[in-house]
């Protein structure tokens, strides 16, 4: 019986896709799960979908995910920690971050028959007039599967796949990321 009722739900699920019912795509991504993992990642999933917006909010959270210090074997083999550079830690993070963006959005377009959608990484950055952590978008990005498809996924630099599609990011290896306005998705 219980074969019966998922390939019942499964079938619901097909006909909602075909139509395009954005209360369907939730429907999907929930039975699915496809994003089950990605809080190993250190990552939260916010999934909003309406008739002209796919819209996905990728809480990242570096503290969890990237060490600050660097493991290395000394001349005589012994292992030696060392704290990492601030520019080394900001690249690590830009990638982390980008390839974070990327895996969310293949996850998406397995599921989901969609010509695009925006993928924003949500991170944690001080507002400089109250000193306090707020999070806000650190890189948003109109996804397209074809372009995705095309990539290389094994030797691209995720930072720099990111030229292939319309985003806003600002970064610099000395101050990391600094929040930009979401891409307009038209």
């Not at 993928?119 to 890189?139: F, M, R, W, Y």
């Not at 109109?142 to 990539?151: A, C, F, H, R, V």
């Amino acid at each position: 019986m219980v074969d019966f009722e998922n390939w019942k739900i499964q079938q619901e699920l097909v006909i909602g896709i075909a139509d395009k019912n954005p209360e369907t795509y939730i429907q999907a991504i929930a039975y699915f799960n496809p994003f089950d993992d990605i809080g190993e990642l250190g990552t939260q999933i916010e999934l909003s979908i309406s008739d002209s917006l796919v819209d996905v909010d990728v809480h990242i959270s570096k503290e969890e995910v990237i060490p600050d210090f660097e493991l290395r074997q000394t001349s005589t083999g012994k292992l030696s920690k060392k704290k990492m550079s601030k520019s080394r830690f900001n690249e690590l993070y830009q990638d982390h971050i980008c390839s974070s963006i990327i895996r969310v959005s293949r996850e998406l377009f397995a599921y989901l028959p969609l010509e695009k959608a925006r993928v924003n990484a949500i991170g944690k950055v001080i507002n400089s007039s109250t000193g306090h952590l707020e999070e806000q978008p650190l890189l948003s990005v109109i996804m397209i599967p074809g372009t995705i498809n095309s990539l290389n996924l094994d030797t691209i630099d995720p930072s720099d796949s990111m030229q292939n599609f319309v985003h806003n990011m600002k970064f610099s290896k000395v101050n990391g990321f600094s929040p930009v306005d979401k891409v307009e998705l038209k």
